[in-house]
């Protein structure tokens, strides 16, 4: 199997394969794999669609109570 990829798209893939030690292949692999298990599962739960995010950012604050 072959793809056309823009190039920009393919930097990115470079960076992360480069930077968790993977192939192209593989990300691109994964990448699919996922892309392809979350069309069969559409009925989950918006937190399952996102729980890969949940803690991936700060807010800056380190103590919201008195926000409360």
């Known amino acids: ?8 798209l393919k930097l990115r893939v470079e960076a992360v394969a480069k930077f968790s030690g993977k192939s192209m292949s593989a990300i691109v692999r994964e990448s699919l794999s996922r892309t392809v298990r979350k069309g069969r599962n ?3 739960s918006l937190y399952d669609r996102t729980k890969d ?3 991936a950012g700060s807010s800056g604050i ?3 109570a008195p926000f409360a």
């Open 42 to 44: 559409a009925k989950t």
């Open 1 to 8: 199997m072959s793809v056309k990829i823009p190039a920009d």
């Open 53 to 55: 995010l949940c803690g």
């Open 62 to 64: 380190t103590d919201l």
